[in-house]
């Protein structure tokens, strides 16, 4: 009996002593993992939207897909959104001033390398800078990659959604 509960008692110990040390570690990064990545998302929100130096976020009930919206203090918007793509979820960054997209920037996806990634790893987005409500559908989707050409104009148009609702809400 006593050789089976002395290796239990030193697992068990081992076992307390790793968990206490990853419980410290992690309470120590975890304040410098969410700094860093509130000043990514920063740099993301000035690089759409770069004519702005400082944003407020808006408390407001936003279209599917929408997950953040931004005033910038030029009187623009910045949207964070999540769409369905090919491979999965996409998440996207746009601005829009004045009713016309200023950038869109992709946080992540996990589109197939080589084909869906040319619409959201490539400068695909640039083809829609400056693309109103009435006009951004038009742009050409990537040949091979229509699910995440489609997934791309998706998400922009509950951006544009979430405008018009904002703006709107503003007069």
């Known amino acids: 009996m006593k050789d089976i509960i002395k290796p239990i008692a030193v697992l068990g110990a081992i076992c307390l002593v790793v968990t206490a040390l990853l419980a410290y570690i992690n309470s120590v990064t975890s304040p410098i993992i969410l700094a860093a990545e ?29 997950t ?3 005033l910038a203090d030029n009187g623009g918007y910045v949207f964070m959104l999540t769409t369905k ?3 999965g979820d996409i998440k996207l960054i746009c601005g829009i001033l004045d009713g016309k997209l200023t950038k869109i920037k ?4 996990n589109e197939t390398s080589g084909i869906g990634s040319k ?10 800078i400056g693309k109103s409500e009435d006009d951004y559908s ?5 040949t091979g990659a229509t699910i995440s050409s ?3 104009k998706k998400a922009l148009g509950n951006a544009f959604a979430a405008y018009d609702q904002l703006t709107k809400e503003a007069k």
Request: glycine content about 8%; overall charge negative; charged content about 25%.
């Open 68 to 70: 953040e919206a931004y």
């Open 106 to 109: 992709t946080l992540s996806h």
């Open 119 to 128: 619409v959201v790893a490539g400068n695909y987005g640039d083809n829609y």
């Open 85 to 87: 793509g090919y491979g």
């Open 138 to 142: 038009q742009v050409d989707s990537v």
């Open 150 to 152: 489609k997934a791309y």
């Open 38 to 66: 509130q000043k990514a998302a920063e740099e993301a929100r000035l690089e759409v939207m770069p004519e702005a130096n400082s944003f407020e976020k808006i408390d407001s009930e936003l279209p599917e897909g929408v």
